[in-house]
């Protein structure tokens, strides 16, 4: 066996492939959290991207350079729409965000209308016509170690990269992004300085719906890659917990996306392997972790060191100033 | 500011509690409650009879087959009964709701598809003598446990499909290492790896079976990750034992010869696809359903063979050695020959060692119902844990 088959870099590689989907979508939460309103209709909002992802690759006739970006941009248009029911419950009506984000993952989610759609469409019975697959970036996918890790991945993770860089970017080094803070932080102060709330909190809310939608279609495109009702099993809620695994900072969010990836890999990996240790008990580390950090998360003074937006979760209006 | 804001807020409230309300009742319409179809006029004269599928009917896999049991029966049957069926319906408290629901509609019959449901299934036969109750997959009477008279469990030798796959996993594989991706350590699925591996060794003596546990019925993620965990370990055969066809593109990727589980996929990936073990639900049902109509129907405990056609075989891959395929047809023809009740007629054609190396079945020995529903060992040559 070549070094590549050596059991770290087979994780790693795994790690980044299958953390992409998190990525995204833990991105697209933190800025609606960053604007002081949760959003539990990951899950949700990811099915309604990789669903129309997946029907765009299918119908859509045109090379692969113009049928999967018209793709991804079909599945970030879906996901924001459900986000915008969202923001219009929410911001508007001021209904209980975790009340609202709920429902838009049953209504979108495995067995509503992503299964609705999927079905009228006739989407899951072969494979999307067009796909992403892995890049031999540079010609260094075979390269020792570092190859399959970081030359070998599709085009999906590279752009997961750049919007890593670009939303830390924004959120800490730009003036709307400032304002996008105070906005969270303190809605009330932000307004009287002349910040349109409701303006950003809309805007963040479906920005962020859309990028779940991306994460959606990397199953329906990259992971799977065909439509499979329910497809997302699930990643939508750990993208939740890893916005406060990576305390509201993208680049730490992007650690913990990695990390998730690893310890599922490394489950199904030492197995392979031969190694018998209990794979529940490493089937269950990641929700272990997530649970310690949401302990220490969860009491309120701890919460504000960590990063979390003062002001999440709670409506604002603005006649109580 | 001002002083309405109250009112106003309340006004609003009240509008976005309305609005979620309609989300939440759109979400129920268009899940379980809401797709049922009939066939047949509902005039005196016709048998009214239910299926209840844990997944969608277009999942590709278990649902769709059983859907396609259930449009068998409509189509021969035509004007004599009227169908009926819910779908998603999760294993859970639902469920109970669901067979009061169908019963209260008339349904004489039921058919529920999924494990889970047993224990609804029984109750509800206690309480309403006069409808007959179908349990696939059930293994109360084989177990001996007491159930009522009206309530019946059917399924199939899948293992039996699975041994003859084997047989051309252990001609495909080059350097006898075959990896396989499975869901849970349960008795059906290990005897259906034991199967596969003795078809395997049946013609290739050092064929090993790598086992991976994903421990999930449905994750197309993790059921991916696992065959290249497999891949990655030296596998260059793949059995997916899995609904989803994510598997597939790992063995495509890797140029792979790769086994499905009870679905077709020689169209999508007809440059690895092999065959796959599947279940043809739909003679059974309609022979129950003919029994409602005549008045015969019986508890029965039916164990489907290949020859009966009940258990069999998906499409052969284009990429599958002529020889390997007459090897496959000749144990079809085997199974076939023999009885229609027989099934495992291979278990006993030479001692059978455990992992540990000692004898779980004795040359001659016919394995029962009973032993299947209850294997819990691996044979030897398979790698991994049969308790997961």
Redesign the interface.
Same mark, same amino acid.
């Given at each position: 066996?070549s070094i590549n =088959?050596n059991i770290f870099v +087979?994780i790693m590689a $795994?790690a980044i492939f299958?953390g992409t989907p998190l990525v995204f979508a833990s991105l697209g939460e933190v800025l609606a959290e960053r604007s002081g309103v949760l959003n539990l209709g990951v899950e949700g909002m990811m099915l309604l991207g990789a669903v129309a992802a997946a029907w765009v690759s299918t119908n859509v006739g045109g090379p692969a350079f113009v049928v999967l970006p018209l793709a991804i941009l079909a599945a970030m248009v879906a996901a924001a729409l459900g986000a915008a029911?969202h923001a219009f419950?929410t911001i /508007?009506?001021? +209904?209980n965000q975790i009340? $609202?984000g709920l #429902?838009?993952t049953? @209504?979108a989610g495995a #067995?509503?209308?992503s $299964?609705?759609l999927?079905?009228i469409w006739?989407l899951? !019975? $072969? *494979?999307v016509a067009h796909q992403f697959?892995?890049l031999d970036v540079f010609g260094l996918a075979d390269a020792p170690v570092v190859g399959p890790i970081l030359f070998h991945q599709t085009l999906l993770t590279y752009i997961s990269w750049i919007f890593v860089l670009g939303a830390s970017f924004y959120l800490f080094k730009t003036r709307m992004g400032l304002h996008l803070r105070a906005v969270g932080e303190s809605p009330q102060t932000a307004d009287s300085v002349g910040i349109p709330v409701v303006r950003y909190r809309y805007a963040h809310v479906i920005i962020g719906g859309s990028f779940a939608g991306i994460a959606g279609a990397c @199953?329906s495109l990259m992971? +799977? *890659? /065909?439509w499979? =009702?329910?497809?997302t099993?699930? !990643?939508g809620w750990i993208a939740l917990a890893l916005v406060i695994f990576g305390f509201w900072r993208p680049d730490l969010m992007l650690v913990g996306a990695y990390l998730f990836g690893a310890l599922?890999?490394l489950s199904? &990996?030492l !197995?392979?392997?031969?190694f018998?240790i209990s &794979?529940?008990f490493l #089937?269950a580390l990641p929700y272990v972790m997530t649970i310690v950090v949401l302990v220490i998360a969860s009491n309120a003074s701890s919460r504000r060191q960590l990063g979390a937006p003062a002001a999440l979760g709670k409506p604002y %209006?603005? %006649? %109580?100033? | 500011m001002d002083t309405k804001p109250s009112h106003s807020n309340r006004r609003f409230r009240s509008v976005g509690i309305v609005a979620l309300a309609l989300l939440g009742v759109f979400a129920v319409v268009a899940t379980a409650c809401g797709k049922s179809s009939s066939s047949g006029s509902s005039s005196g004269g016709t048998v009214k009879a239910a299926w209840i599928y844990v997944g969608p009917i277009n999942d590709g896999g278990w649902t769709q087959a059983h859907n396609a049991g259930r449009e068998f029966v409509a189509t021969q049957l035509g004007s004599k009964v009227q169908t009926t069926y819910k779908e998603n319906v999760p294993e859970g408290p639902e469920v109970a709701q669901v067979i009061n629901d169908l019963i209260k509609d008339g349904n004489k019959i039921i058919f529920a598809t999924s494990y889970g449901y047993k224990e609804a299934m029984q109750a509800a036969a206690q309480a309403n003598p006069t409808v007959k109750f179908e349990m696939a997959t059930g293994d109360s009477i084989t177990l001996g446990q007491t159930v009522p008279s009206n309530y019946n469990e059917y399924y199939g030798a899948g293992e039996d499909s699975l041994y003859v796959t084997g047989i051309a996993a252990g001609k495909a594989t080059k350097n006898n290492t075959i990896g396989v991706s499975a869901p849970f350590p349960i008795p059906e699925v290990i005897r259906g790896i034991n199967a596969f591996t003795l078809g395997a060794q049946s013609v290739n003596p050092a064929a090993k079976v790598n086992v991976v546990w994903t421990k999930t019925w449905f994750d197309p993620a993790v059921e991916r990750q696992s065959a290249e965990s497999l891949v990655s370990a030296g596998a260059d055969t793949l059995f997916s034992h899995q609904d989803s066809p994510s598997a597939g593109e790992v063995a495509k990727a890797n140029n792979l010869p790769w086994f499905g589980y009870d679905s077709d996929q020689s169209g999508s990936y007809s440059s690895v696809w092999q065959t796959a073990a599947t279940y043809n639900w739909g003679p059974f049902e309609l022979s129950e359903v003919n029994k409602v109509i005549d008045g015969t129907w019986k508890q029965n405990n039916y164990y489907g063979t290949i020859a009966d056609n009940f258990t069999g075989l998906a499409q052969y891959g284009s990429t599958v050695a002529a020889a390997t395929k007459s090897a496959m047809d000749a144990e079809v023809a085997k199974a076939k020959a023999g009885d229609a009740k027989a099934f495992g007629w291979y278990w006993g054609l030479a001692d059978r060692q455990d992992q540990d190396g000692k004898t779980v079945i004795t040359k001659g020995q016919t394995l029962t119902m009973k032993d299947l529903y209850t294997m819990s060992y691996f044979v030897k040559g398979i790698s991994g844990s049969p308790k997961g």
């Open positions: 066996m =088959d +087979v $795994s299958y029911i419950l /508007t009506l001021r +209904v009340i $609202s #429902a838009l049953i @209504f #067995a509503g209308l $299964s609705y999927a079905g006739h899951g !019975q $072969s *494979p697959l892995r @199953f992971i +799977v *890659p /065909t499979v =009702d329910g497809m099993a699930g !990643q599922s890999s199904l &990996t !197995q392979a392997r031969g018998h &794979t529940a #089937a %209006e603005r %006649e %109580e100033r | -």
